[in-house]
């Protein structure tokens, strides 16, 4: 990706889940816009391979979100290295499908380590380097706001991302910390390419789509740089849809025509 205008120059940034997808095409495109961007991910060897393909300004670094110890050391060498947090985007994150009868507690506990405390330990990593001020955006998502049948644990941590984001807005205004959520609808990324999802009628679920489309990563990426750049400077709190207009509403299906 070539250089754009370069509005997140001096800017330092860590991603979660930067080894693919969202995450990917996030560090991708903060990197074209001038930032130093630590790729962290637990999947060393492809988050290797996507920060060297970047080039210099980008660094990879083991991270498990769930870890708080690992947590505290990625801050610390981005901090050693002269590069303190200025923005976080907590990407990293799983799904999983089944119903509320078939999911084992594990499972469960699972969603939530991973979607829901990883962005609670992230929040309280950048709640404590950002010493200047900075930007955080979280990834809840669709499932987040609209509740749907066989993505109860999913649903229910991502719900839990946006009250995380709304209350950390409200504690970290007074340090000059922006946090902001952004709400992914169906994206074309390998999160729902798992058996839990083997039986969806993905043509029918696409018609449903107003914009009759899945999304791209870069799409989201897109609009996670509007809320971590400066270009938001007023924005706080807030969840930002990604859809295709599904959450708009419903719309009446029509009879073919004869």
């Not at 670094?61 to 200025?86: F, I, K, Y």
């Not at 609209?146 to 995380?164: C, H, I, Q, W």
Request: proline share 2%; glycine share 10%; aromatic share 4%.
């Amino acid at each position: 990706m070539t250089t754009h205008d370069a509005r997140l120059r001096d800017k330092c940034a860590l991603v979660t889940g930067a080894a693919r997808g969202i995450g990917a095409a996030t560090a991708e495109l903060f990197h074209a816009h001038g930032a130093t961007v630590y790729l962290c991910d637990v999947d060393d060897e492809t988050g290797t391979s996507v920060a060297a393909k970047l080039g210099a300004g980008a660094h990879y670094l083991h991270l498990d979100v769930t870890d708080e110890a690992q947590w505290t050391r990625a801050t610390t060498e981005m901090a050693d290295r002269d590069h303190p947090m200025s923005i976080l985007v907590n990407s990293a994150g799983a799904a999983s499908k089944a119903s509320i009868m078939q999911t084992s507690l594990a499972e469960l506990r699972r969603m939530i380590d991973l979607n829901l405390v990883g962005t609670f330990l992230g929040l309280q990593a950048a709640g404590a380097a950002m010493t200047t001020g900075g930007s955080v955006v979280n990834l809840s998502s669709l499932r987040g706001v609209l509740a749907t049948a066989e993505l109860g644990a999913y649903g229910a941590s991502k719900f839990g991302v946006r009250a995380l984001t709304r209350v950390a807005a409200l504690e970290f205004a007074e340090s000059n910390i922006r946090v902001n959520a952004v709400c992914p609808g169906s994206i074309d990324t390998a999160i729902t390419a798992g058996a839990d999802f083997a039986n969806d009628d993905m043509d029918a679920y696409v018609k449903s789509i107003p914009l009759q489309r899945r999304g791209l990563p870069l799409e989201v990426a897109k609009a996670i740089l509007f809320l971590a750049s400066d270009d938001s400077s007023y924005v706080t709190g807030t969840d930002l849809m990604i859809d295709g207009g599904t959450s708009a509403g419903a719309r009446t299906p029509k009879r073919s025509s004869p």
